[in-house]
Each structure stands twice: as structure tokens, then as C-alpha cells.
């Protein structure tokens, strides 16, 4: 009898999660579409003016891909609740907190990594200057799995009841208000020739905070919904 | 089997019980299972069988009363990997192959020796639908796929809720071997079904639930 080592099962766990998502790549392009599709109607809203443009594009382009993310959000660990999987996961040998942090992970390079991809176009579309994409780009690669981590805390919260995509995106939306402030902030900087690093380094020590402290709140938080 | 009776036992419930929402759910429990040995929990239905096979998994906490493992009091860290639970949701993915599932499985949890994803799902009887996704398996084929898990992983304890549930007569003859097979090496198993346990190694223990 031989025990897996923790870095086996992560990337069983990733691999597995990664396949599901592969098969299933309508489910990847949905959010990616509706960022494209909502980026593409501002400027026939607004009207195609360049300054005006230029001046939303930044935040325009961060609101779009974290409401995208929120799309997909909803569907983390409810699959594995309903076939069981979740239970398989709790009763395994390995710490849950580190698994269902590369189920976490594996979220997000299945959903935010491709919002990320068609960031720089979606921000082309609305004329942001080409040098202040990078710090956009920076922005989202801090905002994004931030948001990931603490959208499935809420999750694993609501994992117990009925219909709990209302009640999530009700509770996330205050949560995500800071990391929103931040990325736009140091996108506006830039692009107003002013230090941005600032408003990153915040964006990057709330990332480190729920890094770790994440995954331990949702494998206690679904504990719970299991033993009810 | 009185030698065994004076070891320690693997899994022993003290005045076990359990309530949902102050109602309890079964009247206090005890039982000593040892290593070797076949328990069937009998039941009607409601009388809290797959309750107290989430309790002895670990996925409901004790209300009152005391469960211990090989003489300690039950901590999950202590008995990870040891115990192996089969619910009434088997765990498999539909959009994976059941090869995918029980790699998945062996990857958390690791396997037997000499054992191998392919050699199990040939035994299982699921030769043939390695790779086709779960999805397009009967209910029957699903449950041996989920079964594929006893061959494959190294535990102690198996706790099988309603085993034979969609099973043909050859799955059933296939789970009461894998039982038998179980117990003979020293591990120990806890069964609830209704009928459909014919067990040659010795009469299996009994734990009778009443509401």
C-alpha cells in the first residue's frame, strides 16, 4: 500500500478539473463571449468619440471581465456536491484546504485566464493607449484570482441551499468593490503618466491574504454543508 | 472467532447516537467490529442506515456516545485513507471514463499493490467501457464503476451503503466475493441492504436499527 504524495494528488486533482472543463468548452467560451459582446456595445452607446473612450476603457474593461467571471462562478463545487465527488474529497487522506485550492486554481485558469487573453483587444476596442495595457494586464492578473478566491468562499457559504446564485452574487458584489478600486486606480494612474505601483502592491497583498486563507474558510464552510 | 473478539477492535461504537434538529434519529448504538469481519445494518426504510454510514464515514459528527478506532477515540487524520465510503451518490463524473475516475481516486487516496486501473475495470466487469464517459453507462455499470474503487484502493474499512442497489445477479455474486476476498485478508466491511448478502465467511454480525 502505497499513500500519494501531496504534489501527486494536486495534479490529479488539477488534471481532473482541467478534463472536465476541456470537455465541457462551450461552458469556457460563454464568459469569454459575453466580455466581447458587452465591450463591443459601449462604444455604439456612447457613441465612437476617442477621448471619451479612452477615458472609460480602463474600467470598463475590468467591470466586464470580473461580472464575466461571476457567470461561471456558481458552478465551482456544486457539480462535485451533487455526484458526490465532494464527499470522495473530504474522506481522501490529503488536507481539503489544499485540494480545493487547486480546484480554485483550476477555476480560474479555466475561466479568468481566457478573459485575461482578450483583455488587450477588449481594451483595444476601446482605444486605451497601448502603454498602459501592461499595468491593465497586471491589474487583472492581481484582481482576478482574488476574485476567484473569494467568490468561492461565498460559494462553499452557499453551497447547502437552493438557487444560491442570487444570494452569491448579493454578497460578492461588496467584496469585490475593493479589488475593482485598486486595478482601476492604477490603470487611471497610468494612464494619466502618474505611479501606479501603489494601488498594485495593495491588489497583490490582498492576493497573498486570500491565497492562504481561502481555501481553509471554504473547506470548513463545506465540512459544514456536508454535515447537515 | 473468540481470539479475535479479545483484540482491539477496529471500529466500536459506544452508545452511539445521533439527532437532527433534537429529534434523534436512532436509538443508541453499540457494536464491536474486528478486522475480518462482515457487519450488515438492517433497517427499514427511514430508520437512519445511511445516517450512521456518514457518521462511521465521518461526514456527520457524533451527537452522543463514542465511536473509536482500533481503541482511539475516531479522529479523521488518524483514519484517513483507511475508510472507504460508497453512498447512494457514487462520486463518478459523468463527463470522465471510469479509467479517469479511478485514476482520480488512485490519485488521492493511492492503490494496491500490483493493482491497476485497467486489471480492476477488467474484473469489475467494465471491460470494454474503459473509456466510454459515465454518462452513457446504465445505472448497473455505474455502480460498478464506483465499485472498481474497492479493488483498487488500499483501505481498511469498507462502508457500503446499499451495495447491490441496480446490480444483475453476476454483480451481485461479484460484490458478495469482493466482501468475502475483504475480509479473509483482515480487512472489515459494513454493509446495509436489504437480502442479497450470502456470506461464506462465517456469520456476519448484525446491527438491527430501530427508530
Redesign the interface.
Known amino acids: 500500500m502505497n499513500r500519494p504524495g501531496l504534489l501527486t494528488a494536486c495534479a490529479a486533482m488539477l488534471r481532473r478539473d482541467l478534463t472536465l472543463a476541456w470537455r465541457r468548452r462551450g461552458d469556457i467560451a460563454m464568459p469569454v463571449l459575453y466580455a466581447l459582446i458587452v465591450t463591443m456595445l459601449f462604444p455604439f452607446a456612447l457613441g465612437p468619440e476617442d477621448t471619451l473612450l479612452q477615458r472609460i476603457a480602463g474600467g470598463v474593461v475590468l467591470v466586464t471581465v470580473l461580472l464575466a467571471m461571476l457567470l461561471a462562478l456558481d458552478a465551482m463545487f456544486s457539480s462535485d456536491i451533487e455526484d458526490g465527488s465532494l464527499e470522495q474529497l473530504v474522506l481522501a487522506p490529503q488536507p481539503l484546504a489544499l485540494m480545493l485550492g487547486m480546484k480554485i486554481l483550476a477555476h480560474w485558469l479555466t475561466t479568468a485566464l481566457p478573459l485575461i487573453v482578450i483583455a488587450p483587444l477588449l481594451a483595444g476596442m476601446l482605444h486605451l493607449p497601448g502603454a498602459v495595457i501592461p499595468v491593465l494586464l497586471l491589474a487583472l492578473l492581481l484582481a482576478t484570482p482574488l476574485l476567484s478566491l473569494l467568490g468561492a468562499v461565498l460559494v462553499a457559504l452557499t453551497a447547502g441551499t437552493r438557487r444560491s446564485g442570487m444570494l452569491l452574487a448579493l454578497m460578492l458584489l461588496p467584496l469585490c468593490v475593493p479589488a475593482v478600486i485598486f486595478a482601476a486606480g492604477a490603470v487611471a494612474a497610468a494612464q494619466q503618466g502618474l505611479p501606479w505601483l501603489a494601488p498594485i502592491a495593495w491588489l497583490g497583498a490582498a492576493l497573498v491574504l486570500a491565497v492562504v486563507l481561502a481555501p481553509l474558510a471554504c473547506a470548513a464552510a463545506l465540512r459544514i454543508a456536508l454535515d447537515a | 472467532m473468540t481470539a479475535a473478539n479479545t483484540a482491539v477492535p477496529l471500529l466500536e461504537a459506544r452508545a452511539l447516537s445521533f439527532q437532527r434538529q433534537d429529534e434523534p434519529v436512532f436509538a443508541p448504538l453499540d457494536f464491536r467490529l474486528h478486522a475480518g469481519e462482515l457487519a450488515l445494518i438492517e433497517g427499514d426504510n427511514g430508520s437512519g442506515k445511511t445516517t450512521l454510514m456518514r457518521i462511521l ?5 457524533v451527537s452522543d456516545g463514542e465511536l473509536r478506532w482500533r481503541g482511539e477515540p475516531l479522529q479523521r487524520d488518524r483514519c ?2 483507511e ?3 460508497l ?10 471514463s471510469p479509467r ?1 475516475n479511478l ?11 500490483g493493482m491497476s486501473a485497467a486489471a480492476v475495470l477488467t474484473e469489475i466487469g467494465l471491460g470494454g467501457y474503459e473509456d466510454e ?1 459515465v454518462r452513457r453507462l446504465s445505472a448497473g455499470q455505474k455502480k460498478r464503476a464506483a465499485l472498481a474503487r474497492l479493488l483498487l484502493l ?1 483501505a481498511t474499512l469498507w462502508l457500503l451503503d446499499e451495495p447491490f442497489a441496480n446490480l444483475d445477479r453476476i454483480g451481485i455474486a461479484l460484490v458478495n466475493q469482493l466482501l468475502e476476498m475483504h475480509t479473509a485478508r483482515g480487512g472489515a466491511a459494513m454493509v446495509t441492504s436489504h437480502g442479497a448478502v450470502s456470506f461464506h465467511g462465517g456469520e456476519p454480525q448484525r446491527i438491527r436499527m430501530h427508530d
Open positions: 464515514a465521518g461526514l456527520l459528527h484517513a485513507g475508510i472507504l465510503f453512498g447512494h451518490q457514487l462520486g463518478l463524473k459523468a463527463d470522465l479517469e485514476h482520480m481516486a488512485a490519485g488521492l487516496n493511492g492503490s494496491r499493490e464517459p488500499p
